[in-house]
Nanobody, 114 residues
Framework: QVQLVESGGGLVQPGGSLRLSCAAS????????MSWYRQTPAKQRELVAT????????NYATSVKGRFTISRDNAKNTVYLQMNSLKPEDTGVYYC???????WGQGTQVVVSS
């Protein structure tokens, strides 16, 4: 079955860190361009980070650059989003996606609050 399953969300204090995981099944993640999106209460769905298939070039939204890191473990067929220096405005539901053919995970909730 082709699917993406996210995990790692939760409640964290401002300034804290979380690592989100996205386990892929049914396809080889290393050849796919993968992204993390988030849906926040204040904004429409926002592209957070992307890692290209093959070479693994990364790109980030301005709002998270320098704080978030997208990476992948080909052996585990998993993509990660390391989130540091979290802010309350990072609160939202985070989705792992495969760009083509388009595929979305179910999302994982991140709450940044004291």
């Amino acid at each position: 079955q082709v699917q993406l399953v996210e995990s790692g969300g939760g409640l964290v204090q401002p300034g804290g860190s979380l690592r989100l995981s996205c386990a892929a099944s049914g396809f080889t993640l290393s050849t796919a361009t993968m992204s993390w999106y988030r849906q926040t209460p204040a904004k429409q769905r926002e592209l957070v980070a992307t890692i290209t298939g093959g070479g693994g070039t990364t790109n980030y939204a301005t709002s998270v650059k320098g704080r978030f890191t997208i990476s992948r473990d080909n052996a585990k067929n998993t993509v990660y989003l390391q989130m540091n220096s979290l802010k309350p405005e990072d609160t939202g539901v985070y989705y792992c996606t495969r760009i083509y053919p388009n595929l979305w995970g179910q999302g994982t909730q991140v709450v940044v609050s004291s």
